[in-house]
């Protein structure tokens, strides 16, 4: 296996790994004060149906990001739902940017891996 392929893949697999935990843990396993406080600042009465649709969203995202290698989709998704999760913290609750593991650094982190599988996907073909 090449040198790029691995890099591919390793980037691929934290990207999948980065949305299958944050759709699994602090929103389908244990919803999370910071879930909830985020889904309430948008006027959302049914937090937990929220939660759940969203934990379950970015599972399928996971799992399309991991099995449909052929197509650009998933990454484009992935990077708008980045950029988008990113500004409406921003926005709906900007103290959350001062905390520490804040959406700053998941969300940029989560956009450099995906740079970094866009500019490797082509040594998939």
């Known amino acids: 296996m090449s040198v790029l392929k691995r890099v591919h893949w390793i980037a691929r697999g934290g ?3 980065m949305f299958a935990y944050h759709g699994l843990v602090p929103k389908l ?12 600042a948008h006027g959302i009465q049914q937090v937990e149906l ?3 649709a969203a934990g379950v ?9 991991l099995l449909a290698r052929r197509t650009a989709w998933p990454l484009i998704v992935a990077s708008s739902a980045l950029t ?29 891996l995906c740079a970094v599988v866009w500019n490797t996907r082509l040594e998939q073909k």
């Open 84 to 112: 988008g999760l990113l500004l409406d913290v921003a926005i709906f609750n900007p103290a959350m940017l001062r905390e520490a593991f804040n959406p700053v650094t998941l969300n940029v982190a989560g956009l450099a």
């Open 57 to 65: 969203a970015e599972i399928g995202l996971a799992l399309w990001l």
């Open 29 to 40: 396993l244990w919803l999370s004060q910071g879930e909830r406080t985020m889904i309430q």
């Open 50 to 52: 929220f939660a759940y």
């Open 15 to 17: 990207l999948v790994f």
